[in-house]
């Protein structure tokens, strides 16, 4: 037996990636391909394996520090000795990354050379197409032999043009840079940011820039709806069932989602012309955590009941705050829900969690004097924050969608929900 420092190997794109998880403990017993930690990038997450059989002496990382290629994991007291094809593939891979420059390089040359010619080979109705749009052939690089222009060469011209030409007529980000630091007016206490609000900031950063937003306010009567959810009882044991409004809206979504299909979508590039329509039903429940906001998918909620939403909901909410959700298990939606009626408060303007294109803000249930059926009397009313993609949706299909909601959360609806 020989102590052998076991460290992180080559993982390609990965640098300075925090570690989220250690998976073994000093003491402990391992074979070869055994996981020993897992890394998380802002792309993917991966697990590290051991590559020696042994007995784990001394750990030497742990959660929340940052690693790269070789730095230490684990000291152990190792059986087993390196495979050669280790080694061979860590020589390919720096082999890979000799050659990358080179080619590149031989790339830059051709497009240089390119530059320096003075004629193009191409047909005459490939010539009479790049006049029309008003394209010099001749800084134009043919894909075909011996460099011989065709039409998709001209399309590519022109489309990196416009693209360059985009990216020039951009303006450039500012950053304000502070004048002042905060300790000069009084006490500070510098903290970590969670790493889930770290890795979600990006992609509401990316939702508010790109998306339109707009926000359509208005308010269900769910009286009918209340009383029917405090009354149900368990019919083998005769208790009351702690079934949560959430559930309900869940599934009064899912039913507004089959009729108004656009809001079941997604658009990738607008530029294309095309967007996504998606067959399936996963609503994403946003979960408050002490590490930050999650959003998991619960799939395919149509053709699940009140008992069973229910459940998966609880189970959802209680991997996300215990960080064992499946990373996947947060994309893929077809429309998020984010409730506040727990806390408190009414209306608010979410944000879309992109790709998606709405998202539906749930305020908290109040008792409110409404004028029904010739008078005033009490009724119990859900605020409704509905935002959506201005670019798909109108401000008419958003209301007639938050119509079909109220009704689905209605009276007439309420017993259908529960089936």
């Given at each position: 037996?020989?102590?052998?420092e076991?460290k992180?190997?080559?993982?390609?794109?990965?640098?300075?990636?925090e570690?989220?998880?250690?998976?073994?403990?000093?003491?402990?017993?391992l074979?070869k391909?055994?996981?020993?930690?897992?890394?998380?990038?802002?792309?993917?997450?991966v697990e590290?394996?051991?590559?020696?059989d042994?007995?784990?002496?001394?750990?030497?990382?742990?959660?929340?520090?940052?690693?790269?290629e070789g730095?230490?994991?684990?000291?152990?007291?190792?059986?087993?000795?390196?495979?050669?094809?280790?080694?061979?593939k860590?020589?390919?891979?720096?082999?890979?990354?000799?050659?990358?420059?080179?080619?590149?390089e031989i790339?830059?040359?051709?497009?240089?050379?390119?530059?320096?010619?003075?004629?193009?080979?191409?047909?005459?109705?490939?010539?009479?197409?790049?006049?029309?749009l008003?394209?010099?052939?001749?800084?134009?690089i043919?894909s075909?032999?011996?460099?011989?222009?065709?039409?998709?060469d001209?399309?590519?011209f022109?489309?990196?043009?416009?693209k360059?030409?985009?990216?020039?007529?951009?303006?450039?980000?500012?950053?304000?840079k502070?004048?002042?630091?905060?300790?000069?007016?009084g006490?500070?206490?510098?903290?970590?940011?969670p790493?889930?609000?770290?890795?979600?900031?990006k992609?509401?950063?990316?939702?508010?820039?790109?998306?339109p937003?707009?926000?359509?306010?208005?308010?269900?009567?769910?009286?009918?709806?209340?009383e029917?959810?405090?009354s149900?009882?368990?019919?083998?044991?005769?208790?009351?069932?702690?079934?949560?409004?959430?559930a309900f809206?869940?599934?009064?979504?899912?039913?507004?989602?089959?009729?108004?299909?656009n809001f079941?979508?997604?658009?990738?590039?607008?530029?294309?012309?095309?967007?996504?329509?998606?067959?399936?039903?996963?609503?994403?429940?946003?979960?408050?955590?002490?590490?930050?906001?999650?959003?998991?998918?619960?799939?395919?909620?149509?053709?699940?009941?009140?008992?069973?939403?229910?459940?998966?909901?609880?189970?959802?909410?209680?991997?996300?705050?215990?960080?064992?959700?499946?990373?996947?298990?947060l994309?893929?939606?077809?429309?998020?829900?984010?409730s506040?009626?727990?806390?408190?408060g009414?209306?608010?303007t979410?944000?879309?969690?992109?790709?998606?294109v709405?998202?539906?803000?749930?305020?908290?249930?109040?008792?409110?004097?409404?004028f029904?059926?010739?008078?005033?009397?009490?009724?119990?009313?859900?605020?409704?924050?509905?935002?959506?993609?201005?670019?798909?949706?109108?401000?008419?299909?958003a209301?007639?969608?938050n119509?079909e909601?109220?009704?689905?959360?209605?009276?007439n609806?309420?017993?259908?929900?529960?089936?």
């Amino acid at each position: 037996m020989s102590d052998t420092e076991i460290k992180v190997p080559n993982i390609g794109d990965f640098k300075d990636v925090e570690v989220i998880e250690v998976l073994v403990s000093e003491g402990q017993k391992l074979k070869k391909n055994d996981p020993l930690i897992t890394i998380e990038s802002d792309k993917s997450s991966v697990e590290i394996p051991s590559t020696l059989d042994g007995k784990i002496k001394t750990i030497k990382t742990k959660v929340g520090d940052k690693v790269s290629e070789g730095d230490l994991i684990l000291i152990l007291e190792s059986t087993s000795q390196p495979t050669a094809k280790i080694k061979e593939k860590t020589v390919l891979e720096k082999d890979i990354k000799k050659i990358q420059p080179i080619k590149a390089e031989i790339q830059q040359t051709t497009i240089n050379q390119k530059n320096n010619t003075s004629l193009s080979s191409a047909s005459p109705k490939v010539r009479k197409f790049a006049r029309e749009l008003g394209v010099d052939i001749n800084q134009v690089i043919g894909s075909e032999r011996k460099g011989r222009v065709i039409e998709s060469d001209i399309k590519l011209f022109v489309a990196s043009k416009s693209k360059n030409l985009e990216n020039n007529t951009r303006q450039p980000y500012e950053k304000i840079k502070q004048e002042f630091s905060h300790s000069e007016f009084g006490e500070v206490e510098i903290k970590d940011i969670p790493r889930v609000k770290r890795l979600s900031s990006k992609y509401l950063i990316n939702s508010w820039t790109k998306i339109p937003h707009v926000t359509n306010h208005d308010e269900a009567d769910i009286t009918e709806l209340e009383e029917f959810r405090t009354s149900l009882t368990d019919i083998y044991t005769g208790e009351k069932k702690k079934i949560t409004p959430l559930a309900f809206i869940v599934k009064a979504l899912t039913a507004s989602l089959k009729k108004f299909t656009n809001f079941n979508s997604s658009i990738d590039e607008i530029e294309d012309g095309k967007m996504t329509v998606k067959k399936y039903f996963h609503i994403g429940i946003a979960v408050d955590t002490p590490h930050g906001l999650m959003v998991p998918k619960l799939r395919n909620a149509d053709n699940k009941n009140i008992d069973l939403i229910s459940s998966e909901l609880k189970n959802l909410s209680e991997q996300c705050r215990n960080l064992k959700i499946d990373k996947k298990e947060l994309f893929g939606g077809s429309m998020t829900i984010t409730s506040l009626g727990g806390i408190g408060g009414s209306f608010f303007t979410p944000i879309i969690n992109y790709p998606e294109v709405a998202i539906l803000g749930v305020g908290k249930a109040e008792k409110k004097q409404i004028f029904f059926k010739g008078k005033f009397v009490t009724r119990t009313m859900l605020p409704l924050s509905l935002s959506y993609d201005h670019r798909i949706i109108d401000g008419a299909e958003a209301a007639r969608f938050n119509n079909e909601l109220k009704e689905n959360l209605g009276k007439n609806f309420a017993y259908k929900l529960a089936i």
